[in-house]
């Protein structure tokens, strides 16, 4: 009796850790296959990191969505969000948003770099790449869109995207650049938002993605105006019968 249960006792521990070893196994699969999109906030001397539904990310729940609310050195207020797939976009047509709205009040000013990153995408569609940001800056405000053919987290190998403003008030901007990076990418947005002494609020919103084929685009204005056109000619000999 005694080695019936001691065989039956052996079985079920080694049943459970077979179970457990097919759970992580998937558990990984699963992380491996949608990589941890992650937000940094930087003022040269405090860093906080956030990693999509990890610790203090204000959007826990939403995957594909960080968030954060609260404050980063002189930054006394920021509410920052970034959005990546699956929420928005896909591994082959990648889209990366960040948003954020800064407050400083501090004598002396600072300034607040903020960076968004998610690994893992491609193959991509078609390597022209856009990189399109607007918003409102009192002091000056710069942005960088990166592509990293390592696959690595805030990479920054190959520069996609410049803009900025310098003087204060309303601002927008594009580019686009060619770029056919190797499989699997990183993608990065990185913003700097610069404030001089007294209260002041800086608020953008950024968004850089792959472009379809501009064949595409093409194919579908000579096709919607050949069938125009067939519409029209079918119309007016309509009329004369």
Same mark, same amino acid.
């Given at each position: 009796?005694?080695?019936?249960?001691?065989?039956?006792? &052996?079985?079920?521990?080694?049943?459970? &850790?077979?179970?457990?070893?097919?759970?992580?196994? #998937?558990?990984?699969?699963?992380?491996?296959?949608?990589?941890?999109?992650?937000?940094?906030?930087?003022?040269?001397?405090?860093?906080?990191?956030?990693?999509?539904?990890?610790?203090?990310?204000?959007?826990?729940?939403?995957?594909?969505?960080?968030?954060?609310?609260?404050?980063?050195?002189?930054?006394?207020?920021?509410?920052?969000?970034? #959005?990546?797939?699956?929420?928005?976009?896909?591994?082959?047509?990648?889209?990366?948003?960040?948003?954020?709205?800064?407050?400083?009040?501090?004598?002396?000013?600072?300034?607040?770099?903020?960076?968004?990153?998610?690994?893992?995408?491609?193959?991509?569609?078609?390597?022209?790449?856009?990189?399109?940001?607007?918003?409102?800056?009192?002091?000056?405000?710069?942005?960088?869109?990166?592509?990293?053919?390592?696959?690595?987290?805030?990479?920054?190998?190959?520069?996609?995207?410049?803009?900025?403003?310098?003087?204060?008030?309303?601002?927008?901007?594009?580019?686009?650049?060619?770029?056919?990076?190797?499989?699997?990418?990183?993608?990065?947005?990185?913003?700097?938002?610069?404030?001089?002494?007294?209260?002041?609020?800086?608020?953008?919103?950024?968004?850089?993605?792959?472009?379809?084929?501009?064949?595409?685009?093409?194919?579908?204005?000579?096709?919607?105006?050949?069938?125009?056109?067939?519409?029209?000619?079918?119309?007016?000999?309509? &009329?004369?019968?």
């Amino acid at each position: 009796m005694n080695d019936y249960l001691t065989v039956t006792k &052996k079985l079920f521990i080694n049943t459970a &850790k077979f179970i457990i070893l097919i759970v992580a196994f #998937f558990i990984a699969s699963i992380l491996s296959a949608h990589a941890m999109p992650s937000l940094q906030l930087s003022d040269g001397s405090t860093t906080i990191l956030i990693v999509d539904e990890g610790p203090g990310d204000a959007l826990s729940g939403i995957i594909g969505g960080v968030g954060y609310l609260g404050s980063v050195g002189v930054f006394n207020l920021t509410v920052t969000t970034g #959005f990546v797939t699956p929420l928005i976009g896909t591994s082959e047509l990648p889209m990366l948003n960040l948003n954020s709205v800064g407050v400083s009040s501090s004598g002396s000013g600072g300034t607040l770099t903020i960076m968004f990153t998610e690994t893992g995408f491609g193959s991509i569609a078609a390597p022209l790449f856009e990189t399109t940001v607007g918003g409102t800056n009192r002091g000056a405000v710069s942005f960088n869109t990166y592509v990293d053919n390592t696959n690595t987290a805030f990479g920054t190998g190959t520069l996609i995207g410049n803009l900025g403003a310098a003087s204060s008030g309303a601002f927008s901007g594009s580019t686009s650049a060619i770029f056919n990076p190797s499989d699997p990418f990183s993608m990065t947005a990185v913003a700097t938002i610069t404030h001089g002494s007294g209260k002041k609020a800086s608020s953008f919103g950024l968004s850089v993605n792959v472009a379809p084929e501009p064949i595409s685009y093409a194919l579908f204005i000579i096709g919607g105006a050949l069938l125009g056109g067939r519409h029209y000619l079918t119309r007016k000999k309509q &009329k004369v019968l």
